[in-house]
């Protein structure tokens, strides 16, 4: 069974950190990308940063120089640090697997990142 477990969200002023941790099992770490993505209340889903079975980055324009995403094959687990943190960056984050070359991808169920004065 496939599980993707997130980790880490909360509640952190602006110009805070947080780390966000995705477990994965039931999968072939090594040959999917991974990825976060976030839904903010009233908008669109929309990706944050991937890390490709190479470990090649692709971040959002909104998170770039702030956000870091890597990976840890042995560990199966993929890790976004989130620094300088602004109230807009306030949404629930997705944990995103997809298989390389396909289309076939798993979700995590989400967790809480609240930016708030």
């Known amino acids: 069974q496939v599980q993707l477990v997130e980790s880490g969200g909360g509640l952190v002023q602006p110009g805070g950190s947080l780390t966000l941790s995705c477990a994965a099992s039931g999968i072939m770490f090594s040959a999917h990308v991974m990825g976060w993505y976030r839904k903010a209340p009233g908008k669109e889903r929309e990706l944050v940063a991937t890390i490709g079975t190479g470990s090649g980055t692709n971040y959002a324009d909104s998170v770039k120089g702030r956000f870091t995403i890597s990976r840890d094959n042995a560990k199966r687990s993929v890790t976004l640090q989130m620094n300088s943190l602004k109230p807009e960056d306030t949404a629930v984050y997705y944990c995103?697997?997809?298989?390389?070359?396909?289309?076939?991808?798993?979700w995590g169920r989400g967790t809480q990142v609240t930016v708030i004065s």
């Open positions: 995103n697997a997809r298989l390389r070359g396909t289309n076939a991808e798993e």
